[in-house]
């Protein structure tokens, strides 16, 4: 049963959460039918949408165990059982069989395997059934109330399809954003990964705007992961990633580019402004009892190699460059910012230091 339905994975929250709304709209509706029902004196129908109305409280408790599939074939029985013996009451010229088309409508997106299908057996077999064996009108209320029915059922149809429509799109499109988020996101750090800060770097290239590209990495990371723990080691990565990431949120973009190694798009009119930002970022980690462990303070220091982004230069050369310079900064004695300087001919200027 359980590989019936869709497998929504980590996403099980959202769809819990529309299910919810749903069992909240039907709850309200039968409220709203037994109410008209008492007025017009059909007890039958009245006692049926009470008892109908409490298994909502039922149903959010399957939904907290995420078994969707059940919570939909039981709403689907329920509907389907309250149609039926509605439209007998009262006949097929209250209209209340057209909601008979709202599950098949909605169960390719929730329900795999056989059940979908008898899901659309069940509703078109139900609504034939009601059409051939059901009298236009039984008598139990007057014809201005059963035209009255009829209007209301057919307005009630078409804004349950709106709304389901509407909460389905509202979900995918969610999903949609937090994959998107997935691929563009370091999950640790919750900076941009490689992939994406490729894109904005090439978008910098192609409209040639001014910028510096620092590529920094964590001095004696190892240490810290063999001191203090690899958790330890998680939370120093996230620290200095929200450093860069307040240090370029308005000017330049962070990433994590692997393990201990971050690259920093720098917007800067000159090189003497983008290593005054470099040199900023580095005494800001640097900065003593700005991370602890434990109540332990870890000393934390950076090495960045920087190089000026130049249109016609290949992106990958220029990181390289800057990857040359973070070596020669780490071979001086770390905690540095080392430029590397620019690019002409396609060669690099050696202008370490």
């Given at each position: 049963?359980?590989?019936?339905?869709?497998?929504?994975?980590?996403?099980?929250?959202?769809?819990?959460?529309?299910?919810?709304?749903?069992?909240?709209?039907?709850?309200?509706?039968?409220?709203?039918?037994?109410?008209?029902?008492?007025?017009?004196?059909?007890?039958?129908?009245?006692?049926?949408?009470?008892?109908?109305?409490?298994?909502?409280?039922?149903?959010?408790?399957?939904?907290?165990?995420?078994?969707?599939?059940?919570?939909?074939?039981?709403?689907?029985?329920?509907?389907?059982?309250?149609?039926?013996?509605?439209?007998?009451?009262?006949?097929?010229?209250?209209?209340?069989?057209?909601?008979?088309?709202?599950?098949?409508?909605?169960?390719?997106?929730?329900?795999?395997?056989?059940?979908?299908?008898?899901?659309?057996?069940?509703?078109?077999?139900?609504?034939?059934?009601?059409?051939?064996?059901?009298?236009?009108?039984?008598?139990?209320?007057?014809?201005?109330?059963?035209?009255?029915?009829?209007?209301?059922?057919?307005?009630?149809?078409?804004?349950?399809?709106?709304?389901?429509?509407?909460?389905?799109?509202?979900?995918?499109?969610?999903?949609?954003?937090?994959?998107?988020?997935?691929?563009?996101?370091?999950?640790?750090?919750?900076?941009?990964?490689?992939?994406?800060?490729?894109?904005?770097?090439?978008?910098?290239?192609?409209?040639?705007?001014?910028?510096?590209?620092?590529?920094?990495?964590?001095?004696?990371?190892?240490?810290?992961?063999?001191?203090?723990?690899?958790?330890?080691?998680?939370?120093?990565?996230?620290h200095c990633a929200e450093v860069f990431r307040q240090f370029t949120k308005e000017k330049g973009r962070a990433a994590?580019?692997?393990?201990?190694?971050?690259?920093?798009?720098?917007?800067?009119?000159?090189?003497?402004?983008?290593?005054?930002?470099?040199?900023?970022?580095?005494?800001?980690?640097?900065?003593?009892?700005?991370?602890?462990?434990?109540?332990?303070?870890?000393?934390?220091?950076?090495?960045?190699?920087?190089?000026?982004?130049?249109?016609?230069?290949?992106?990958?050369?220029?990181?390289?460059?800057?990857?040359?310079?973070?070596?020669?900064?780490?071979?001086?004695?770390?905690?540095?910012?080392?430029?590397?300087?620019?690019?002409?001919?396609?060669?690099?200027?050696?202008?370490?230091?």
């Amino acid at each position: 049963m359980k590989n019936s339905i869709v497998d929504f994975g980590e996403y099980s929250s959202l769809i819990r959460m529309d299910f919810q709304k749903i069992n909240f709209v039907i709850c309200a509706v039968h409220l709203v039918f037994l109410t008209i029902y008492l007025v017009l004196n059909v007890p039958f129908l009245f006692w049926m949408n009470l008892f109908m109305a409490s298994l909502s409280l039922f149903y959010l408790l399957i939904l907290k165990n995420n078994n969707f599939l059940l919570f939909y074939g039981l709403i689907f029985c329920q509907v389907t059982a309250v149609i039926i013996m509605t439209t007998t009451v009262l006949g097929w010229d209250a209209g209340v069989q057209h909601y008979l088309v709202i599950f098949p409508a909605f169960v390719f997106t929730v329900v795999r395997g056989w059940q979908k299908y008898a899901v659309v057996i069940i509703s078109g077999v139900s609504y034939f059934g009601l059409y051939k064996w059901v009298p236009e009108a039984t008598g139990a209320v007057s014809e201005e109330v059963m035209s009255s029915f009829y209007i209301v059922n057919i307005a009630g149809v078409l804004l349950v399809l709106v709304f389901i429509s509407n909460l389905y799109g509202k979900t995918t499109q969610k999903i949609l954003n937090e994959l998107n988020d997935l691929s563009r996101i370091d999950p640790l750090t919750k900076i941009l990964n490689r992939r994406s800060m490729y894109q904005y770097v090439n978008k910098a290239r192609k409209k040639k705007i001014q910028s510096y590209l620092l590529l920094i990495d964590l001095d004696d990371f190892k240490n810290i992961n063999d001191k203090w723990g690899h958790e330890c080691g998680d939370m120093v990565l996230i620290h200095c990633a929200e450093v860069f990431r307040q240090f370029t949120k308005e000017k330049g973009r962070a990433a994590r580019w692997g393990g201990e190694e971050f690259l920093l798009l720098l917007y800067a009119k000159n090189k003497d402004e983008a290593l005054g930002k470099a040199e900023e970022i580095a005494e800001t980690i640097n900065k003593k009892r700005t991370f602890f462990y434990q109540q332990k303070e870890v000393p934390l220091s950076i090495t960045g190699g920087m190089i000026a982004l130049d249109p016609v230069i290949h992106t990958e050369k220029m990181i390289n460059a800057a990857d040359e310079a973070l070596y020669h900064g780490k071979q001086r004695g770390k905690n540095q910012i080392v430029y590397a300087g620019s690019f002409k001919n396609n060669e690099k200027i050696d202008n370490l230091g």
